[in-house]
């Protein structure tokens, strides 16, 4: 299908002239054996699953999910600034060994 721009048609040349360059645009209708071999011969089917959809949508309300619980960022802060956040040393020190455990085990 051929469609025609400013009088311009198929199979007509436009050509560009300025000081460093030479544009030469043209256009031709296919040909018989070319427009034949450009249809499907078979029918091509995409269809996605229940479970693809739900996860899906797990993926769409996890992006809109918080990087961080905002609540308690701000109950922390709140008890820092009051000075009632109290820290537990044996708490703290095994999740610093877990986590040194952890980095040791992947290198």
């Known amino acids: 299908m051929a469609i025609d721009i400013n009088g311009l048609g198929a199979g007509h040349q436009v050509q560009a002239n300025n000081e460093n360059s030479l544009v030469s645009v043209a ?4 040909t018989a054996a070319q427009e034949e071999t450009g249809g499907s011969s078979t029918v091509d089917t ?4 229940d479970t693809a959809a739900q996860l899906q949508k797990l ?16 109950s922390i802060k709140q008890a820092l600034h009051e000075g009632t956040f109290n820290v ?20």
Do not use: I, Q, Y
Request: hydrophobic residues 40%; charged residues 25%.
């Open 46 to 49: 995409v269809s996605l699953t």
């Open 27 to 30: 256009r031709s209708e296919p």
């Open 88 to 107: 537990d040393n044996r708490v703290t020190a095994e999740k610093m060994l877990g986590m040194e455990t952890a980095l040791n085990n992947v290198s």
């Open 59 to 74: 993926e769409n309300t996890l992006a809109a999910l918080p990087v961080a619980d905002t609540a308690r960022v701000e």
